[in-house]
C-alpha cells in the first residue's frame, strides 16, 4: 500500500472544520451514500463536518468521474477495484485542499446534520467472522472453562453466515428480539424478550472486486478485494444464543439486526496505519501455505472504543461511560487478508458489495472487552455506572456507540465515524 | 388451501405431451425464468415437454397478467402474495385446457429442450434449515453415540445461513472444493481438494411476501409467505465441515454451491397433496405457542427420491441407481410454516425471493436416507453399485439427481421437475 502525497501531514481543507477534525480530515476521504432535501440517493464523500456530493462535482472531478458514482449505491464502483478508487482519491485531495477550487465546488458541500446516510452499498451476503482470539477465548472459557480455544482455531478463521437482510446503518433502533430461552433450571424453554441483549465491537470489511465462483483468491490478491472498512455492531441475544446455537450456529440471538457505520474508509486512507503486528504469537503453529504470506503490513492499526449512555445519563446529563478501548491489530488472529482468501479458499464467490465482520474485536487488557457477555463474565459481574445503576446486558433506552480511530507518528488521525443504536423494548 | 377446479383430474390439455406427463401436467403449473434464442430472461410456465413464455401471451392472460410478470426475475411477482398467482393459475388453467385458446396462444410454446433455464428469482439471503428429524439423528448418532438429538431439537427449528452467491440452478457442474480437513491420525490438517463430497436431498421454498424488520410473522399468516417450492441440494464436504464447524456452524464446508431445480411449485398446485401427519411422534414436547397452530394440513406430501449415476454406469449404459425414496412429510418434525414463523419470530425481515431449505429430508426406513453420509454410515459401509463400484461419498463424474412427485388418490399427480449435478475434480 503506497503512502502518498495524499497522506502529507501539511495538507490542509478550505473546508475549516476538517482541520483537526476527529474522523474526516482531508487525509480520509471516506466514500459513502446519503440523501438530503430535494437530492435521491448518491455517492458522496465526508470532509469535516460536511459530505461533498460526488455527482455534484462530476466535472471538476474530470477523468477520476465514473458513472458508476452517478448510482444510488456503490457496488459497481467497488467493483471496479483500487485504481479507480485511487485516483478519485488524488482528485478529491487536490481538489478540497487547494482553495482555489473552493468556489468551484463549495456549492456541493452539504452539512453533515443535514442529511440522511444510508446503507453504502446492496449487501449480497453478510459473513462474520471470529479471529478475535481474546473474545473466542473469553467465551469459550464460560462454556467450557477447561479447554476454551478449539483445536480448530489456531487453523481455520472460523467464521459463518449471517443475516444480509437485516443489517442496516447506524441510528437504526435496536428492537429487543423475542425468542426462545432455556433458563437453567427451567424444564422446558419460554419464548418472549430477551433479558441477555448485548453488543459486539467490530469492523466491517466492504468488498470490493470480487471472484468468479469456482476461483479462489490468492492471498497475494487479497488486497485487491477490499474496497473498505466500516464499524460494525453485531447485537448479540445471549439467552437465545444459548439455546439455539447448536449444531448449526448462532442465527436468530444474531439475525434481527447488524448494524454499520456509514462511512467506507478506503484502504488507501488506512495506508500509513497498517502494522505488521496482530495478535498471533510466536511459536504458534504457522498458517497453512493458502494462507501464508500476503501484505507486509496486514495488521489494522485502529483503536477502537464502545460507549454506553444510559437513559439516566442521558437525563442526568452524564458523559457517555467508556466500555473499552483496544487495537484492532491486539485483538486480531487473522488477518483481513486471510479472512477474504480462506472465505474464497473453497471457490465460495465473494461479490462487490458483500460485507465481512471480523468478529468480536476484544484485546487481551482487562479494558479492552468488546462485549457485555466478557465485561460481566456472563452476568455474573455486573458493570457498576457513574449513575449507580448497574449493568450485566443492556436494557431498554441504553444507547451503545462504537468508534475506531487510527494514529500513526508523522500522520494526520483519521477515523470512521461512529456505529451507535439505541435498544427499545 | 382451496382445492378447485383447476385440480380437477378430468382436465386434461390440448399440450398433448402435459397429459400422463410425469412432473408438468395441466394441473401443475409451475413458474419459472427462461432464456431462449431471441428471448431473454423472462417468466414462463411448465406445461408437459413445453414453456408457455408470460410476456408472449399477456393480452390472452387478461386481468391476470401483471407487470410484474414482464420482470426477468420473479421477486416483484412473488411479493404480491397468493392472490395474483392463484389468478394467474386459474387463467392458465382455462386457456392450456380448452382447446379453443390454441391457435390464440400455441405460439408462445417453446419446447423444453431449446431453453435455458434461470434461478427464479435473486436470492436476497438463503437459510438452510435442520427439520429432518431422522437426519438430524443419523448425523448426531456419529458424533454423539450417546446422545444423537441435542435437547433443543424439539423445541426450535434448528436453522443457520447459508450462502446465497452460490446458489445455483440444477445443472451447475459441481466442482469439487478445496479446504482444510483434518485426518483423526495427523498432529495438524491439511489443505486439498474434499475427500468426503456428499448430498443433501432437501426441498427448497420460495418467500413470497416477507416481513418488515421488527415484525414476526404469525403463525396463521405463515402459509401466505410461501410463494412455491423446488428441490435443493445443499452440496457438502463432510471432512471440511467436521473439521471447522464448531463453534460457529458449517461454512466452507457448503457454501462452494447449492442447487435448486428451475421451477417454482405453488401452494395452490400442491392443495391436494398436504397432509396432516409429519415426523412429530405423539407424547413430545407440545410447540411452543408462537409455534403451534397454523394449517389443519401443513406436511407435505411429496415423495422424494435421489439416484446416482456414475461415469462408468453411463458407459455400460447401466441406468440410474435410485439412493433414496421418502416421503417429506415423514422426515420432517418441524413445518414450513413452523420453519417460516420462527425465522420471523425475532423480528428477522424475510423479502420475497428469500430461499429456505428445509434441511436434508430422511425418512426412518434404511432406503429413505438423504445423504451419503447416512447410507455410507461416515464411510464405514460402502454402497456397492450395480457396475460393481463402491461408493462412500461422490467421485468425480458422478451425476447426482433429485426428484420429488406429489400423488394422491383422485387427483392427478404432480412433480417438482429434477435438480442434478454432475461432480468435477
Redesign the interface.
Known amino acids: 500500500m503506497t503512502i502518498d502525497a495524499t497522506h502529507d501531514p501539511a495538507l490542509t481543507s478550505w473546508v475549516e472544520s476538517a482541520n483537526g477534525h476527529r474522523d474526516f480530515p482531508v487525509q480520509n476521504l471516506p466514500l459513502g451514500i446519503f440523501s438530503a432535501e430535494g437530492l435521491e440517493r448518491r455517492a458522496g464523500v465526508a470532509i469535516g463536518d460536511f459530505v461533498l456530493d460526488l455527482p455534484a462535482i462530476a466535472e471538476a472531478l474530470g477523468d477520476a468521474w465514473l458513472d458508476e458514482l452517478a448510482q444510488p449505491v456503490l457496488n459497481g464502483f467497488f467493483a471496479l477495484g483500487a485504481e479507480p478508487r485511487r485516483a478519485l482519491r488524488a482528485r478529491l485531495s487536490e481538489l478540497l485542499s487547494d482553495p482555489a477550487n473552493r468556489d468551484r465546488i463549495e456549492s456541493a458541500l452539504i452539512g453533515q446534520s443535514e442529511v440522511t446516510m444510508h446503507l453504502p452499498a446492496i449487501v449480497?451476503?453478510y459473513t462474520d467472522f471470529?479471529v478475535g482470539i481474546h473474545h473466542a477465548t473469553n467465551v469459550?472459557r464460560q462454556?467450557r472453562p477447561d479447554n476454551p480455544l478449539?483445536p480448530?482455531y489456531k487453523?481455520?478463521p472460523?467464521?459463518?453466515?449471517?443475516?444480509?437482510?437485516?443489517v442496516?446503518v447506524s441510528g437504526k433502533p435496536v428492537?429487543r428480539?423475542?425468542?426462545?430461552r432455556?433458563p437453567p433450571e427451567a424444564e422446558?424453554?419460554?419464548?418472549g424478550k430477551s433479558r441477555r441483549l448485548d453488543y459486539e465491537l467490530e469492523l466491517g470489511v466492504w468488498i470490493g472486486r470480487g471472484n468468479q465462483?469456482?476461483e479462489?483468491i490468492p492471498i497475494g490478491e487479497a488486497a485487491d478485494s477490499i474496497a473498505g472498512y466500516s464499524l460494525l455492531n453485531d447485537w448479540s441475544?445471549r439467552d437465545?444464543q444459548a439455546?439455539?446455537?447448536?449444531?448449526?450456529?448462532?442465527?436468530?440471538?444474531k439475525?434481527?439486526?447488524t448494524s454499520v457505520s456509514p462511512w467506507v474508509v478506503t484502504p488507501e486512507a488506512l495506508a500509513p496505519f497498517m502494522t505488521a503486528d496482530f495478535a498471533r504469537p510466536d511459536g504458534d503453529?504457522a498458517p497453512?501455505?493458502?494462507l501464508a504470506g500476503g501484505s507486509d503490513k496486514p495488521g489494522l492499526g485502529l483503536t477502537m472504543e464502545a460507549f454506553l449512555t444510559t437513559a439516566a445519563m442521558r437525563e442526568q446529563g452524564v458523559a457517555p461511560l467508556r466500555l473499552s478501548r483496544g487495537r484492532a491489530a491486539d485483538a486480531m488472529y487473522w488477518t483481513v487478508e486471510q479472512i477474504v482468501t480462506?472465505?474464497a479458499?473453497?471457490?465460495?464467490?465473494?461479490?462487490p458489495g458483500?460485507l465481512i465482520g471480523t468478529g468480536t474485536l476484544s484485546t487481551a487488557a482487562a479494558d479492552g472487552l468488546g462485549s457485555l457477555l466478557e465485561i460481566s463474565a456472563g452476568g455474573k459481574s455486573p458493570l457498576t455506572l457513574p449513575t449507580g445503576e448497574q449493568r450485566s446486558f443492556l436494557e431498554d433506552g441504553d444507547e451503545l456507540t462504537i468508534t475506531a480511530r487510527a494514529e500513526a507518528d508523522g500522520f494526520v488521525a483519521i477515523g470512521l465515524g461512529e456505529c451507535r443504536g439505541v435498544v427499545f423494548g
Chains 1, 2 share one sequence.
Do not use: M, T
Not at 472460523?158 to 437485516?166: D, E, L, N
Not at 428480539?177 to 426462545?180: I, K
Not at 422446558?188 to 419464548?191: A, D, F, G, I
Not at 479458499?345 to 461479490?351: D, T
Open positions: 449480497g451476503d471470529y469459550g462454556f478449539l480448530n487453523y481455520v472460523i467464521g459463518y453466515h449471517g443475516r444480509a437482510s437485516s442496516r428492537v428480539p423475542s425468542g426462545q432455556k422446558v424453554p419460554v419464548y465462483l469456482g479462489p441475544a437465545l439455546w439455539e446455537y447448536q449444531p448449526l450456529g448462532p442465527f436468530l440471538a439475525n434481527f439486526l503453529p497453512l501455505d493458502y480462506h472465505h479458499s473453497n471457490g465460495c464467490n465473494l461479490q458483500d
